[in-house]
């Protein structure tokens, strides 16, 4: 089975500064990897997704996300946040198959300070 | 377009009773998934549906739980003799396919709490 950590609960950050965000998961067979945003009181937002190819993916609002198939970590990041930012990001896994439930983590609560 | 929508946006119940939420997935799509996601916790899978049946529905707690999709479009989740433990965001997502490489775009979610 599936799983996905996310290593930090809550990232504090001042604005324009760079964030990372860690993810790591767990998979005996090849997997396909998102980032989610759910900002207050709205439904989760795909920011980006690796399905295959390159290893650096670019997803909406300048945010990045890089697979490491030797750690199995997808981190994400960010070079400069805003306060719009501040949201809750969860990391999810899917096995690559016709079909296959979406595994998420337990979420990051990111909060840009002014 | 119109997104996922979900209906109600906050139902408030007494243990015991009878609830049912609702989902409208985006025009087109064939597939739909059921989530539960639990306070500071990220969304837990419960049911997914193909078209009119539920290809795999290993998420469901226990019997208590109930989805249809009489006609591959609104879906309906039923929960009978609601628990405290049942209290959550219930979120409705859908997808153009089954494909796990599809995109999911997920409903704004039914907050339910059980007195």
């Known amino acids: 089975a599936q799983s996905v950590t996310q290593l930090d609960s809550q990232v504090p950050v001042f604005e324009e500064a760079p964030v990372e965000l860690r993810c790591n998961y767990s998979?005996?067979?090849?997997?396909?990897l998102f980032w989610y945003v759910q900002y207050p009181n709205q439904g989760l937002q795909l920011l980006l997704k690796?399905?295959?190819?390159?290893?650096l993916v670019k997803g909406i609002n300048g945010f990045e996300a890089e697979f490491n198939k030797s750690q199995t970590s997808f981190h994400l990041r960010k070079p400069s946040v805003h306060i719009s930012d501040t949201a809750e990001y969860f990391c999810?896994?899917?096995?690559?198959?016709?079909?296959?439930?979406?595994?998420f983590g337990p979420g990051t609560s990111l909060s840009v300070i002014p | 377009g119109a997104g996922v929508s979900q209906t109600p946006s906050n139902k408030v119940t007494e243990k015991g009773k009878y609830v049912e939420l609702r989902c409208d997935p985006i025009?087109?799509?064939?597939?739909l998934y059921w989530y539960r996601q639990s306070l500071g916790q990220g969304p837990e899978f419960l049911i997914y549906?193909?078209?009119?049946?539920?290809?795999?529905d290993s998420g469901l707690p226990n019997d208590r739980f109930f989805a249809v999709r009489p006609e591959g479009s609104v879906s309906t989740l039923k929960i009978q003799r609601t628990e405290r433990g049942d209290s959550a965001v219930y979120l409705c997502?859908?997808?153009?396919?089954?494909?796990?490489?599809?995109?999911?775009?997920f409903g704004p979610g039914t907050r339910l709490t059980v007195l």
């Open positions: 549906f193909q078209g009119t049946g539920a290809a795999d």
């Open positions: 998979s005996s067979v090849s997997v396909y």
């Open positions: 997502a859908s997808s153009l396919t089954w494909d796990s490489a599809d995109t999911q775009y």
């Open positions: 690796y399905l295959s190819g390159s290893t």
């Open positions: 025009s087109g799509h064939t597939a």
């Open positions: 999810a896994v899917m096995k690559k198959t016709s079909y296959d439930k979406v595994i």
